[in-house]
């Protein structure tokens, strides 16, 4: 058991002033104080940051420093940004950050130029790109590429599909008609339904694994060469015009028969979690351009840039890092709700959920103790205004203390591709902002919301206290997304710095594999029994081969 965290004097005056702070409700601390929000905010390029919904006053930050200074948090940061092995339990680096870097930026590690290596990928990126895009990209058939389908689970998904869905208002003006779908699913239920309305002469597929031996995706791949190899029979060319890979593990991709021309590559030292900025991302570029996906890596970019050299008091992902841990370990709150005002954004909380929970929902510190504090709170979420009729009644009224991130745009002018006027897009997103206020402000105040309150019966009161923040956008770019990705994931390095763990592994979803493939033999009639099953799998299982429930 590891106990020298909470034993350390930062931790200890966090906690003294936590007791002290936790009889103040947050409306007495907006009436006590009318300049919490000029305080209580930050902003950086199209950000704004208001956490000044959240439980803590002008002391809590310093304290919050302390923590962070005991923790050696500036010392972690020069390590992650010089390319260290940050990720101990893989002997690897985790250097997301240079696959945004500058072109002109040199960035050489152990001999090797990787800037210079990652431009070249991105320029590969942006053949491919620019061939599909125009038509030049034929399918076996001699058909133009109408439709894109990314195979790939887990980072090899979530990021590229939540980005794509997010910048649909990005695409360049006199776009190509490509259509850009994502099949993750092991059940093969998505890449069926999707392949009953698609035109196999016209369809590529983009196996996206970094690891390309992930079974999820390897079977929809294989279903997918299935159906196209029974449609248009077997081709010479058939997976040269239809297959494209992108993975670490080039001789696999071989095996698989994808050839070096239809290989895009990234590296043992990007996180699949952390890899929606190199060809993992070939999706999104196919939607919007690559001068679209150059804009995110900008956006990203420059987030870098403000958390290397940004004083914490000023610094988004420190203060939105070490906030979460205020809330987590301090004020003992274990559930946090991602809410987007804005249903380009609806994958944003699934994305944050593999994020933030697969980094740092960890036990053990990288000393190899078990910890005696909370780390990664239960993160979910989804749109804000569809959240309002589900889940808020519990937010508002439930027993349950939680943590909120609101997400919205302050402005929505582009909607050159959409079928509805400016006027009524306009509208419908003032709509969303005064929700998201209104949501937030209830909140934080509970009945010092409204006049009346007092009237109503106990069943209809808020009581308020719900701690949140407000990140405000100026618009949802490629840009803005950018920054605003960038920003969370330099929270949970933040986060992991403080809980002492390594947010670059994954070791907690490797087990499940391994005995899956046991079960699957006894499902399949290969072996008769699961050896060592306990009663209830015995059971499931005997049900399942009797085929019935
Ligand atoms: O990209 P791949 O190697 O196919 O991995 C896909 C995903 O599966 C793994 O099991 C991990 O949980 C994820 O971190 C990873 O993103």
Redesign the pocket.
Known sequence: MSSSLTHKPAWQALMQHAAELRSSHLAELFAADAGRFDSLHRTFGPLLFDFSKQRLDARTLPLLFDLAAEQGLAEHMSELFSGAAVNPSEGRAAMHWALRLPAEHGCVLAGEDINAQVQAQLQRMDDIVQKVRSGQWRGATGEAITDVVNI???????GPLMVTEALTDSRPANDSPLRVHFASTMDGSQVSQLLGGLNPHATLFII???????I??LSNAATARGWLERELGELPGLLACHFIGV?AAAERMMEWGIAPANQLALWEWV???F?LWSA?GLPIALSIGMAGFRELLAGAHAMDEHFRQTPWADNLPVLLGLIGIWNTNMLGINAHAVLPYDGRLKELPNYLE?LEM?SNGKSVNLAGDTVDYATCPIVWGTIGPNAQHAFYQLLHQGTEPVTCDFIVPARRYREAQHSLAVAELRAQHELALANCLAQSRLLALGDAAVEDADTLPRNRRYRGNQPSSTLLLDELTPYSLGALIALYEHKVFVQSVIWEINPFD?WG??MG?RIAVDALACIRGDIKRLPGADASTAGLLARIMAGSA
């Open positions: 790939g689970v887990g980072g090899s998904d979530l996206s694994s970094k690891s390309f031996s992930t999820d995706t993975s996180g699949g979690r890899s993992i593999q697969e994954q979803v490797e594999k």
